[in-house]
């Protein structure tokens, strides 16, 4: 086996991304790219050259979290090792591969990279951590280094989409030490996507994600305003309670103030039409927030359907037999809610796409208005800032309306050419 004479590689038809990743001789590669440029791809094709050069060595593969290892690398890296015509053994209690080729063997071992500090003690010939620059910061890349100290490369490798200007863009573009070089792919370059994917991609990205996630650009998604694309002059707008629709509900369980914003859907842009706000304070003794709110709703809006969309992740018990979620239902609300709460930057998204054009908001709805302008994300990170009291109460309501009805699809190739 050797990647280097092009054995493995033409069993692949790859593009000039991947293949100048693949045959990098740099010490520290790392391949970024838009979704669905290949980077999957050509990663497991680097662990396989480096499993070449490092013969009865062990080569540590990482993704952030577990199921990306089991939904993403290992899918393509056993599609790469049956093309490629390699056998393997596979230990399913250590996640371990041992790959064979006729002159030898290497072991394969796949790891999360929010455990890292479970890598201790691991002697390894080279490793590769695949979407990278979703992780917090540096420490898993710092621990691989560390980790690299037995076999014939020593090398270490990257790849994943740009989200923002954080370690990744430190080490590989902004002034890259020795060793470190970047390669870049764009999603269209991948000429055996279907049409609609790339189509997806623009309807549910703004601007500012699509140079990233299309592009695979370092952009600033880290900036202050975390609803970055609310504008007053574009979403604020004076509209009216319809009797003929439905209303939506969008609750924040918060101790106090209780804040809920009041929305239509419809048909036609904008799609989204939030005309009134009900913030309640606690009274204290053994008030529930939670029956007011269904009370209030009901006394200002009698004869409509009400659907509600509550956080997920917060189903407190308001008494011995009764959580929020019930209670909501009890008074006859409709409750759509997803089984786990949105990833915060994935809400965040959904809701300053959907301000571009398709939400609008009345003037009297001063809460939510401000939650808008005023929400902002802690310092070089997409993590929403919480440590004003006042603020985020609304805004976290509107991102769960939002999520369910309008989320940001991530289109997927099913293919390994990802």
């Known amino acids: 086996m050797n990647c280097q004479k092009g054995l493995v590689l033409n069993s692949f038809k790859l593009f000039k991304h991947q293949l100048d990743y693949v045959m990098c001789d740099d010490k520290y590669p790392f391949l970024t790219g838009g979704v669905g440029s290949g980077k999957t791809l050509a990663f497991s094709l680097m662990a396989l050259k480096q499993c070449s050069m490092n013969a009865g060595k062990t080569i540590l593969l990482a993704e952030p979290t577990y199921p990306m290892i089991r939904d993403v690398l290992q899918p393509t890296f056993e599609a790469v090792l049956r093309d490629a015509g390699f056998n393997y053994e596979y230990t399913a209690t250590s996640t371990k591969y041992r790959v064979y080729w006729k002159d030898g063997w290497c072991d394969v071992i796949m790891r999360s990279a929010e455990n890292y500090m479970r890598w201790a003690g691991l002697n390894l010939a080279a490793g590769g951590i695949d979407e990278a620059d979703q992780l917090r910061d540096d420490r898993a890349w710092k621990m691989l280094l560390s980790r690299l100290r037995d076999g014939n490369t020593l090398t270490a490798f990257g790849s994943g ?102 929305s239509q859907t419809y048909k036609h842009s904008p799609y989204v039409r939030t005309f009134d706000e009900i913030e309640l304070h606690h009274g204290g003794g053994g008030e529930v927030l939670t029956e007011r709110m269904v009370k209030e709703v009901k006394a200002r809006y009698p004869k409509s359907k009400v659907v509600a969309y509550p956080d997920p992740a917060n189903q407190r018990h308001t008494s011995a037999l009764s959580t929020d979620h019930d209670i909501l239902r009890q008074g006859g609300f409709e409750v759509r809610v997803k089984p786990k709460a949105p990833r915060i930057v994935d809400s965040v998204n959904a809701v300053n796409k959907l301000c571009e054009k398709d939400l609008i908001i009345d003037p009297r709805c001063k809460g939510l208005i401000a939650d808008l302008e005023q929400t902002v994300n802690k310092e070089g990170t997409r993590e929403i800032d919480k440590s004003h009291k006042d603020r985020t109460h609304y805004t976290d309501g509107l991102r769960y309306f939002i999520d369910f009805e309008y989320p940001i699809i991530k289109p997927i190739t099913g293919s390994i050419e990802r």
């Open 161 to 262: 989409t740009p989200e923002g200007f954080k370690f990744v863009y430190k080490y590989w573009g902004d002034n890259p030490k020795t060793g470190y070089k970047l390669i870049r792919g764009k999603t269209e370059d991948n000429t055996m996507l279907p049409e609609e994917f790339i189509n997806s991609l623009k309807e549910n990205y703004d601007e500012n994600l699509l140079k990233a996630y299309l592009n695979g650009e370092f952009v600033n998604l880290q900036q202050g305003a975390t609803y970055y694309q609310f504008k007053r002059e574009n979403n604020v707008k004076k509209n009216n309670y319809n009797p003929t629709l439905p209303i939506r509900l969008s609750i924040d369980f918060n101790i106090s103030p209780f804040c809920a914003s009041i």
